[in-house]
């Protein structure tokens, strides 16, 4: 079974948040390689602040990834918009814990291969 290192940092002030073992357990369910990861979950202005200096987008989005390596393991960074994230549960009908369980389709399909 794949060993998971995570630590998750709470930078949001939004409501019924998820706690870290609920975090870690997604986490789990979705290795397939051993990871070392950060799921940080942010307010509106950093996800923004993030996306516009990463992406060059000026606005929050849901879920942003940040691969740093492949081996030895799958590490890097996962931020996760609190507040666009319960938008978009709440666009779709859907509880905003089941959208950030699939964490934007897993991961952003593993950190999308590790994209330079």
């Known amino acids: 079974m794949p060993k998971l290192a995570a630590t998750i940092q709470y930078a949001s002030v ?6 870290a073992s609920q975090f870690r357990k997604w986490a789990k369910a979705a290795l397939r390689v051993d990871t070392e990861v950060t799921i940080r979950i942010v307010d509106a202005e950093e996800g923004q602040l993030l996306n516009n200096t990463y992406r060059g987008k000026d606005y929050a989005t849901n879920v942003l990834t940040f691969p740093l390596t492949e081996e030895p393991h799958l590490m ?21 814990r089941s959208t950030l369980c699939a964490f934007n389709g897993t991961w952003h399909p593993a950190f999308a291969r590790l994209r330079p």
Request: charged share 20%; proline share 7%.
């Open 14 to 19: 939004a409501d019924s948040l998820p706690s």
């Open 76 to 96: 890097g960074d996962i931020i996760i918009c609190a507040p666009v994230v319960a938008a978009e549960a709440k666009s779709q009908q859907k509880k905003s």
